[in-house]
């Protein structure tokens, strides 16, 4: 059984950085497209990044051109970059298959833009 676990988050100024990492026990996560999803307070969960096994990435209109989704298949890991961050963005972000779920979702990292 895959387990997902997020880490990277914190507490940001608006136009700040952060970088979130998806580590996958019992799995590898090179065989998946991968994405990252965030939800924010009071709002359903939403896509935000995709990457395809080949490294192939899609973003959604509200991240693009400040976020950058990668993967490291000899870590069994996928990242995402964050830069130029607004209040906006502030969520729990997490990652799974996309474009479809398939892994049961891991605890998120938390996310929150401030100043």
């Known amino acids: 059984q895959v387990q997902l676990v997020e880490s990277g988050g914190g507490l940001v100024q608006p136009g700040g950085s952060l970088s979130l990492s998806c580590v996958a026990s019992?799995?590898?996560?090179?065989?998946?497209?991968m994405g990252w999803y965030r939800q924010a307070p009071g709002k359903e969960r939403e896509f935000v990044a995709r990457a395809t096994t080949s490294g192939i990435a899609t973003y959604t209109e509200s991240v693009r051109g400040r976020f950058t989704i990668s993967r490291d298949h000899a870590l069994n890991t996928v990242n995402l970059r964050m830069d130029s961050l607004k209040p906006e963005d502030t969520a729990v972000y997490y990652c799974?298959?996309?474009?479809?779920?398939?892994?049961?979702w891991g605890q998120g990292t938390q996310v929150t833009v401030s100043a």
């Open positions: 019992g799995g590898i996560l090179r065989e998946y497209n």
């Open positions: 799974n298959t996309a474009p479809a779920t398939i892994f049961s």
